[in-house]
């Protein structure tokens, strides 16, 4: 669940094992998180833990109320995993009027509430740090929560951990990063794990498998070169997202 923007020299060799080794020309590697009792991990609407329907509403940190942000980057985030559905996945972005922090988000972990995520833009890395997680690599965490304990595999609520100072120290293409972590994100936190796949196609092989094109949403790093804003999901992803919440 952690998107890293560190080890690229090492992608190579994964997707030398992945590509040759195990996938048809045509076949997709994603593959969700598994529940307790076996069964695949995803949202669920009218629901014991969820009495809402679809669309999830999803609730931004005040700081993401800016400019750079909400006006193409989150709003497409929102589009490309609802593309192709009939019923969307999220609801139009909102915004907070406050900023989380250790406590309140505590608190919403203690008791999330149903059909609603809360993506938090982490300032100073003090939330990153009181979770352990290293702000120097990890560009953001997702976090889909099960309420009932007798179905695991149900998700009814979540969180997206974003880290700011690692986003926003890339400059000219801080967009770039925060488009494609909240993407990758957001797909945790709707049940998908890491994806294996690099391109698999001749076609992308002859280009580079890690090029922006090529990398599934839900791979475990960072692309090199990082897809523009508004970028379609993945082929991959997008059949993911059309099992698990499709047509
Ligand atoms: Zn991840």
């Not at 192709?84 to 609801?91: A, D, H, N, V």
């Not at 294996?196 to 196609?201: K, L, P, Q, V």
């Given at each position: 669940m952690r998107l890293s923007r560190n080890r690229l020299r090492l992608l190579p060799v994964l997707a030398g094992i992945a590509v040759v080794s195990?996938?048809?020309?045509?076949a997709f590697a994603w593959f969700p998180f598994i529940a307790s009792n076996g069964q695949p991990s995803k949202w669920v609407w009218n629901s014991s833990c969820n009495s809402g329907s679809r669309p999830i509403a999803v609730i931004y940190d005040a700081?993401?109320?800016v400019s750079w942000m909400k006006d193409s980057v989150i709003p497409g985030v929102h589009a490309s995993w609802n593309s192709?559905?009939?019923?969307?996945?999220?609801?139009s972005p909102n915004y907070s009027a406050s900023n989380s922090t250790i406590s309140s988000v505590n608190s919403y972990m203690r008791s999330p509430p149903a059909n609603t995520i809360r993506v938090v833009w982490d300032s100073d890395g003090s939330i990153f740090s009181f979770f352990g997680i290293p702000t120097s690599s990890v560009l953001g965490i997702g976090l889909g929560f099960n309420t009932n304990s007798s179905r695991p595999q149900d998700i009814c609520s979540g969180m997206v951990l974003l880290n700011k100072a690692l986003i926003e120290s890339?400059?000219?293409?801080k967009d770039r990063y925060l488009y494609f972590t909240l993407q990758h994100e957001l797909g945790h936190v709707l049940g998908l794990a890491h994806s294996?796949?690099?391109?698999?196609?001749s076609s992308g092989l002859s280009v580079g498998v890690f090029t922006s094109a090529s990398v599934p949403t839900m791979y475990p790093f960072a692309p090199a070169v990082m897809p523009a804003v508004g970028a379609s999901l993945h082929a991959d992803d997008a059949a993911a997202k059309k099992v698990l919440y499709g047509p």
């Open positions: 195990f996938l048809p020309s045509s700081a993401m109320n192709g559905l009939i019923t969307s996945l999220f609801q890339y400059g000219g293409f294996i796949a690099g391109d698999n196609t």
